[in-house]
């Protein structure tokens, strides 16, 4: 059973995390890499042993603000798109929402605080999508309404920074564009990012996190670049 209204229900911040050389608006190619994981379940208690992108609860506030600064240019998907402001951690601080969210959840979910303060992280952000929908949380037979801010960050450098495993996530991984989206689209087998046989095994890939990253990069008139 649902146990909130869909009106009022929380934000959960999404990234999607491009290795990349390019502009955000210059757009992204199948040879870029996207950061994916596959959560912890001593940890994440709702959805353990998932395949998703790097997530964090947040304030309603921030979220409702960057909303109003941008301005809705469609839908693909399940997900509404949006045109936002980018921005960059070697021109802006944490005084900006956006670096804000994108520099916390980095820091608390993948471990990178130091190498982000030491300036060895360089990256630009915008908003790209959000979605809203209900998520299932079976083991503990329960279900909620969430809103999925979904934050596009291009790393320029640094991406070799990033730890293959924290505290939240029992794999962190680059993996192909193309490959990203032939899981999602085409029967949800982790496989298809590179994981053995033994790794995707008791693992499942499911999500508003994931389902609305999987609609960003799908949609080539906003973003994704063949």
Same mark, same amino acid.
């Given at each position: 059973?649902?146990?909130? *209204?869909?009106?009022?229900?929380?934000?959960?911040?999404?990234?999607?995390?491009?290795?990349?050389?390019a502009s955000i608006?210059?757009?992204? !190619?199948?040879?870029?890499?996207?950061?994916?994981?596959?959560?912890?379940?001593?940890?994440?208690?709702?959805?353990?042993?998932?395949? !998703?992108?790097?997530?964090? *609860?947040?304030?309603?506030?921030?979220?409702?603000?960057?909303?109003?600064?941008?301005?809705?240019?469609?839908?693909?998907?399940?997900?509404?798109?949006?045109? +936002?402001?980018?921005?960059?951690?070697?021109?802006?601080?944490?005084?900006?929402?956006?670096?804000?969210?994108?520099?916390?959840?980095?820091?608390?979910?993948?471990?990178?605080?130091?190498?982000?303060?030491?300036?060895?992280?360089?990256f630009s952000a915008?908003?790209? /999508?959000?979605?809203?929908?209900?998520?299932?949380?079976?083991?503990?037979?329960?279900?909620?309404?969430?809103?999925?801010?979904?934050?596009?960050?291009?790393?320029?450098?640094?991406?070799?920074?990033?730890?293959?495993?924290?505290?939240?996530?029992?794999?962190?991984?680059?993996?192909?564009?193309? /490959?990203?989206l032939k899981m999602?689209?085409? /029967?949800?087998?982790?496989?298809?990012?590179?994981?053995?046989?033994?790794?995707?095994? /008791?693992?499942?890939?499911?999500?508003? +996190?994931? !389902?609305?990253?999987?609609?960003?990069?799908? !949609?080539?008139?906003?973003?994704? +670049?063949?």
């Amino acid at each position: 059973m649902v146990t909130n *209204r869909k009106d009022n229900s929380p934000f959960v911040l999404a990234l999607t995390i491009l290795n990349t050389d390019a502009s955000i608006a210059e757009g992204a !190619s199948k040879g870029d890499k996207v950061l994916v994981c596959v959560r912890n379940r001593e940890v994440n208690k709702t959805h353990p042993d998932v395949v !998703s992108v790097p997530t964090q *609860r947040i304030p309603t506030v921030l979220a409702e603000q960057i909303l109003h600064e941008s301005q809705k240019v469609g839908n693909q998907g399940d997900t509404m798109l949006f045109n +936002c402001e980018e921005v960059s951690n070697t021109k802006e601080n944490g005084h900006n929402e956006i670096l804000f969210l994108v520099e916390s959840l980095l820091s608390k979910k993948l471990g990178i605080a130091d190498p982000l303060e030491g300036g060895a992280i360089k990256f630009s952000a915008t908003l790209y /999508g959000n979605q809203t929908g209900v998520a299932n949380y079976p083991n503990l037979d329960d279900s909620e309404h969430l809103r999925m801010l979904n934050i596009v960050v291009h790393v320029h450098e640094g991406a070799d920074l990033f730890p293959e495993n924290t505290k939240s996530y029992d794999l962190v991984k680059w993996v192909p564009v193309d /490959g990203f989206l032939k899981m999602w689209f085409r /029967g949800k087998d982790p496989k298809d990012i590179g994981l053995t046989g033994k790794q995707a095994l /008791g693992v499942c890939v499911d999500g508003l +996190c994931i !389902s609305s990253s999987a609609d960003i990069l799908e !949609s080539r008139t906003v973003m994704y +670049c063949l």
